[in-house]
């Protein structure tokens, strides 16, 4: 962890300010054995191959004897340089101290957490059957609904919400006030037509909103845009949503992180 704190010139020691998770350094004990010099070199020449950094990440899989699968996600630093002396390699084994670093230094799981919600299309307040005569007035549908999440990990998740349409407006916020609407079109159309679906991606380091065919539609965000996180446990999540000539639904799904496996 490192943390971040000030310091005053009348005060002993210093004042808290807050802490932040850094990469995470791995240290892997591997040991090398072959029935000669030749499947010993083979051995060696492929995991140098398989942990070369400019290929991608190495996956490293945690399993306790409840079952559950935790990964976590490294590069390779160092340790593979080559040792012969008499203590690390012999002629038909080596050792090696393997470096890695998990630039995300959370634990993932094999489930992914998702929900969803169904909106009807909105009604007419005069709802006379395509009569004048006799009025009927329409109670409507509440376009504003609160919903329950649930983190079971242990720390903050950051979801990726699909909204499939129609959609004519739409605001989501947390239970901090933190929000993201898509506000209404001028022309007054859909704003997310019929059978287009806008995955919302707040991840860090992706944080975009596009549909099935492509569209960004990062533009069309109200200011101040928020694509906030969901906190470890329950927590509620305010749905205003305005849907357009049918039915629209919301899905919300995303992968817990947990601090150790």
């Known amino acids: 962890m490192e943390l971040h704190s000030d310091d005053s ?113 909105a009604k007419p307040f005069f709802n006379n059957g395509g009569t004048f005569l006799p009025p009927s007035l329409s109670e409507g549908l509440p376009s504003e ?11 903050e998740a950051w979801p990726t919400w699909e909204i499939t349409g129609p959609v004519k407006q739409l605001t989501l916020t947390n239970e901090f006030g933190e929000s993201f609407t898509i506000g209404p079109l001028t022309s007054g159309a859909d704003v997310i037509p019929t059978g287009r679906t806008l995955v919302v991606d707040s991840r860090p380091g992706y944080k975009t909103l596009k549909d099935d065919l492509g569209t960004n539609y990062y533009p069309l965000l109200a200011p101040n845009p928020v694509l906030w996180n969901i906190p470890p446990g329950d927590s509620l999540i305010d749905v205003d949503l305005v849907a357009g000539s049918g039915p629209a639904s919301i899905s919300i799904s995303f992968n817990p992180r947990y601090e150790s496996y």
Not at 107 to 119: G, P
Not at 145 to 155: A, E, K, M, Q, Y
Request: aromatic share 14%; with cysteine; net charge positive.
């Open 145 to 155: 609904t609160v919903v329950s999440v649930t983190n079971p990990g242990d720390i």
């Open 9 to 121: 010139p009348n005060l002993d020691g210093g004042m808290f300010r807050g802490a932040r998770a850094t990469q995470r350094e791995i240290m892997l004990p591997v040991f090398l054995h072959g029935v000669d010099r030749r499947s010993v070199r083979n051995l060696k020449r492929q995991l140098i191959n398989s942990l070369n950094p400019k290929r991608g990440y190495c996956v490293l899989k945690f399993v306790e004897s409840n079952g559950h699968p935790r990964y976590l996600y490294c590069y390779y630093k160092s340790g593979l340089e080559g040792s012969e002396a008499t203590d690390q390699a012999g002629f038909t084994w080596v050792k090696y101290g393997i470096q890695l670093t998990a630039f995300d230094p959370w634990f993932y799981s094999d489930e992914v957490t998702a929900a969803s919600w169904a909106f009807e299309a």
